[in-house]
């Protein structure tokens, strides 16, 4: 008999995080002798801690293949952090117990940073406590921070969305700058890399375009410079169009909008930068001016996805599978760039390892000497990752998203489990 | 010889006024023995009080063609409104003096409810100043609060917008809210009128689906009534999505988020209600939230336009030259609804001294009985408006919007005109 495979989601989710799922899925049909059924955790890996599994093969083919053009995390994610087999061993042990239960021996986990780091250690269970697991990382992160691969599955489509919004935004604007609104600030996101914000100056695509500013976390924001650059915009442009990252810091180095609250990462919870710039601009100059947050929708913005992306969230879910009957394991599918200009890519294989805890930020050499915009070589890098565009079909005017069955698996343990935040 | 036409653009920019400005433009050249040259204001009716005239000939049909898809206003838009004959009556011979300096003979003004009055007063140019002038006044506004008209050219894709976003955020926070996210809000435009606010509305599909709240301008908001639907909704849904409007008051009739500032036409300037209702909702139950404020980026969205909208937009620029040619003055085209299933329509015609300064507020029997959402009725009122997309071109990844070159028509006047804030 065949192993069954447990598949999750974690983190925060994407437009294309579900095209992965959709990868997983359809490719471990095509394995039945190598893979029995695959059982999603309920809410990410708290769905494995407290054996409330989701039965897939419930689902039929037509649902599954819809995963492909829904955003969310269809089986539900979480933000939970395995802790060191040290600290907690309960949690690994009761992992384990919950694997075998279900005669689960593959483990697909499909997250960032953080999350890669619990592939990591779900890897190591195989050698620390004699059971028997492959287990495979799957890339996502609309934050694109993650080491070795070149892009992450559900950056192109946040990236697309920023730049096609301020580019409509600025548009707008430059209509109303001559009696009304001169300056406008969009708030994106990008907890600590401005792989974000520096999409949005693919809008740019010559001087007088918008967005005029970006407002990296990578640079100090230095208000005297940022204040003498939007008079010159608003002088020679008749308008002057903002990104700012939500990450952006001040000169003691902390956000300049803190919301004081913190994820149970224990990351900083942000939101709000965008009125703070409003403010520093009509305290100087006086400018009607506009902001805009676009918080989850930027992430969600599955109407206006990256082909690339899409692609991309579908084949690393599908090279997941193939690594995983290959034999391999603590591996991560990785996006391998081959060129540019045409873009050309292919999949790679990473090790769990080598991703954990590594955070990539934007290099040097692609924010413009000033500081406040992208460089060729950048946008050389960002170009086609928001290339082509991926409509999901529609149904009375509004995009028609799956709702997936979600059948729980009957629970075949007695003990129960508290997971602890 | 044929007259010259003046076509301008005012007030707020919309996702498809440029589309009206196509029908204008295209039908104007239809009738070449009865319209010689359309001459754009540059920045609306500041455009003829300055003697800033675009020449609208001098674009190529293909770039006429493009504004089809573009948004934003492409001769620049105003918040201006032309005072009482009796107050500035400076302002009307101006205006004669420039008409006549160009031989316009043809007035054509494409806005929302301040804009008609301006329409409705240089209608009347004709019997108090001595000189004639055909005078179409073309319904533009994101906020559907135009009189007679079925619906406003703008606001079927604002709409679209806000049902797609809130859709999709609502996704992304189910999946978040096991762990994290339990409470979304999502600002909208909307100053007096929820029309905005309502379209939202239509993504809730079954009782389940997101928004589970609206906030409407029109009902003064309960905060303890608000508080016992989110605490309702999170229990049973898992999370509750919010739609609020920016015009959304509390029990002293204020708005809830007032920036101070005030636009030319002596608006309260608005932004901000969803940071306010997050802090309402986390000092009561603590849970973590997050929120959007739209903005812009909701009336410039060219790229998920509503087809139907798109359509229209076309058609009232089409009617208006049309009505012009055929002799009538004073006049507005606008829609008439004659089924909703199936939706069908066709071009009316209303008297500008019955628009200019009427606003259409939502019917109360289009808000549910609890205050928070919107009835059958309502959605079968919206509904149509969402219909059908009508994507622009893309290159690099982005929509290939157009500039015109937006030639200017030498100066015949040696006299000049300071225009009055």
Redesign the interface.
């Known amino acids: 008999m065949p192993k069954n495979a447990f598949y999750a ?1 974690s983190g ?2 994407t ?1 294309v995080i579900n095209a992965t799922a959709c990868g997983v899925l359809e490719t471990a049909k095509q394995y039945p002798d190598k893979i029995g059924k695959v059982y999603a955790g309920r ?2 890996i ?1 769905g494995a801690l407290t054996e409330d599994l989701i039965d897939t093969s419930q689902e039929s083919a037509e649902a599954i293949a819809a995963l492909r053009y ?5 089986f ?5 952090k395995l802790k060191g087999l040290e600290q907690n061993k309960a949690e690994y042990e009761r992992l384990i117990e919950v694997f075998k239960a279900h005669d689960i021996g593959y483990f697909f986990y499909n997250g960032g940073g953080d999350s890669q780091d619990t592939s990591y250690k779900v890897s190591q269970l195989g050698d620390t406590l004699g059971y028997p697991i492959t287990c495979i990382g799957i890339p996502k992160t609309v934050d694109n921070d993650l080491p070795i691969t070149d892009t992450c599955p559900g950056f192109g489509s946040v990236a ?1 969305y920023v ?3 301020i ?3 600025s ?11 001169k300056v ?1 600030i ?1 708030e994106v996101m990008g907890r600590h890399a401005g792989w974000i914000a520096a999409a949005g100056g ?2 740019a ?1 010559k001087e007088s375009d918008g967005p005029h500013i970006i407002i990296f976390p990578e640079v100090i924001f230095d208000p005297e410079k940022f204040l003498a650059k939007v008079d010159f915009c608003v002088k020679k442009y008749g308008y002057c169009s903002i990104i700012v990252s939500e990450g952006a810091k001040n000169q003691d180095g902390k956000f300049i909008s803190e919301a004081g ?1 913190r ?2 990462f224990g990351h900083v ?1 942000l ?2 930068v ?2 703070v710039i409003a403010n520093i601009v009509k305290d100087k100059f006086g400018y ?1 001016y ?8 930027q ?6 996805a ?1 082909k690339t992306d899409v692609e991309q969230a579908y084949a690393v879910g599908k090279a997941a599978v193939e690594f995983a009957v290959a034999g391999k394991t603590a591996v991560m599918p990785v996006i391998v760039r081959k060129s540019s200009q045409p873009y050309q890519w292919e999949i790679g294989s990473a090790n769990l390892a080598d991703v954990a805890n590594v955070e990539k930020k934007m290099p040097r050499e692609f924010i413009s000497e000033d500081g406040f915009g992208i460089t060729p070589a950048c946008r050389e890098y960002l ?1 086609p990752l ?4 991926d ?1 999901p079909p ?1 149904k ?4 028609d ?1 799956v709702e997936l069955k979600n059948v729980a698996v009957p629970k075949k343990l007695a003990t129960t489990f508290e997971v602890k ?1």
Not at 290 to 297: E, K, S
Not at 386 to 389: D, L, M
């Open positions: 989601q925060g989710v437009a809410n990410g708290i829904t955003p969310s995390g269809a539900g994610s979480c933000r939970f697309k730049a096609v919004s580019r409509e935004a548009f707008d604007v430059l209509s109303m700058a001559k009696t009304s609104t406008f969009m693919l809008a695509e609250t994820d149970a919870q939101g709000g965008a009125p009607k506009h902001w805009a947050v676009a918080d989850y929708l992430r969600a913005a599955r109407h206006i990256s170009q928001i290339a082509g565009e409509y529609y009375n005017g509004l995009p998203y935040k």
